[in-house]
């Protein structure tokens, strides 16, 4: 069954908008007020592009003006922004970033965008949570991602092994197989980047229960037996070869070289390998990543459209941002998967190598922590993580620092 949730107060009144320093309203634009600008980034911009074309034709009269962004600037070219008051009228974020803009206010309050063309219910729900504070919707998810398993079926078959693991224990077992058979490490881990080792930090967190618990201090509380837990699970396989001592050299992309290199059996990674995996030659298979005792509980993030209450053109952001949420549209824009579920029925996503990424991010995917302090953590996490994949501390000695580190820097939004 997929993951719904009902946000309170859909049908709320808008919360009033902030005066600009010309003594404007939000609403108002300086210039046209058929024109509003859009900053983007640059991995979708032909088909960003196609649909801003569609909606200019369907709206006469409007233009969408499309800036640029780059992975490696946007995040402090939007805080710098959305700081200065001086903003463009939409903004592709990153979902984990979303609450921390709100809690500062400033993103408009979308919660009553979501009406009977675009209901919350047909949103993963971990997604909407991401972009909510105080029962309130700050963004309109649009792309949402999580790992699943990756193996080379015929690899599996020459080692004699008929089914994907299920749990952590066979996943072991299968490595070993691997290695006892086939002569290589079973699988490899990206510990050779601090924030591909968070990802797989948190996804084996919230697989071992963990959970991130807000005090009445404003501050955030990590499970530290849960923490412990996914860090020992690290351990396993380094001493035995299952898992190749390439790791700790290796990114995401790194590591999908090993399996397309026939390095190693299986691994971890996103639905968007699946592409050069198969102009490598592989007959891939998947499966949902597993944990202790079924499927992982995976960390998710994606990406959304934010309004910044300083915005100008309010009402036709709000019309271009709807457009470019349709279930058809969120297909034709991501990447990898839609945020709203309906969109994933769209046929692009029929392939039987995409269900398991489907299944796990809508019934076993939790969002990145939004809290402020998170991404302070990442070094922390990732020394911790090396430290005892490395055999250099136990797993209760390296989870310390995490654990007095979330206690300092981990703060609700």
């Not at 909407?128 to 029962?135: F, P, Q, R």
């Not at 749990?167 to 077992?173: F, G, N, P």
């Not at 990590?222 to 396993?236: M, Q």
């Not at 592409?275 to 490598?280: H, L, V």
Request: charged share 20%; hydrophobic share 40%; aromatic share 10%.
């Amino acid at each position: 069954m997929n993951k719904r949730i009902k946000i309170s107060g859909l049908v709320a009144a808008a919360a009033a908008l902030a005066l600009v320093a010309t003594g404007c309203s939000a609403t108002d634009s300086p210039g046209d007020s058929s024109s509003i600008t859009w900053w983007s980034p640059n991995w979708d911009e032909a088909k960003g592009k196609e649909l801003v074309a569609a909606f200019e034709k369907e709206n006469p009269g409007t233009k969408v003006n499309i800036v640029t962004t780059t992975n490696d600037t946007m995040a402090n070219k939007i805080k710098t922004t959305l700081d200065s008051g001086s903003t463009p009228d939409v903004m592709t974020e990153l979902v984990s970033r979303v609450s921390l803009y709100a809690s500062k206010d400033q993103l408009t309050d979308v919660t009553d965008w979501y009406d009977s063309s675009m209901p919350v219910d047909d949103f993963n729900s971990e997604a909407i949570a991401a972009v909510s504070n105080k029962d309130k919707v700050y963004a309109v998810p649009w792309r949402w991602d999580a790992s699943s398993l990756i193996y080379n079926k015929d690899m599996f078959a020459e080692a004699g092994i008929t089914e994907a693991p299920t749990t952590w224990a066979e996943l072991q077992a299968d490595a070993k197989i691997v290695k006892d058979k086939l002569g290589i490490p079973g699988f490899a881990w990206p510990f050779g980047s601090d924030s591909n080792t968070q990802t797989r930090w948190l996804t084996a967190y919230y697989s071992n229960g963990g959970t991130f618990t807000e005090k009445s201090d404003g501050s955030v509380e990590l499970n530290a037996a849960a923490s412990e837990a996914a860090l020992a699970s690290f351990a396993d396989g380094f001493k035995d070869g299952i898992v190749s001592q390439a790791s700790f050299e290796s990114d995401n992309t790194a590591v999908q070289q090993l399996f397309i290199n026939k390095q190693i059996a299986f691994y971890s990674d996103g639905a968007y390998a699946l592409a050069p995996i198969e102009k490598g030659g592989i007959n891939a298979g998947t499966a949902m990543w597993p944990g202790p005792d079924g499927p992982g509980t995976v960390g998710t993030n994606g990406w959304a459209y934010i309004v910044p209450k300083a915005a100008k053109n309010q009402e036709l952001a709000k019309k271009f941002v709807q457009f470019m949420s349709t279930p058809d549209h969120q297909a034709e824009m991501t990447l990898t998967f839609p945020a709203r579920l309906s969109a994933a029925e769209n046929e692009k996503f029929s392939d039987p190598l995409l269900a398991p990424f489907l299944e796990q991010q809508n019934e076993h995917g939790k969002a990145v922590p939004p809290y402020s302090g998170y991404a302070q953590m990442t070094q922390t996490i990732y020394s911790s993580v090396q430290a005892v994949a490395l055999g250099q501390q136990s797993a209760k000695d390296a989870n310390q620092a995490i654990i007095d580190q979330a206690a300092n820097v981990l703060k609700a939004n």
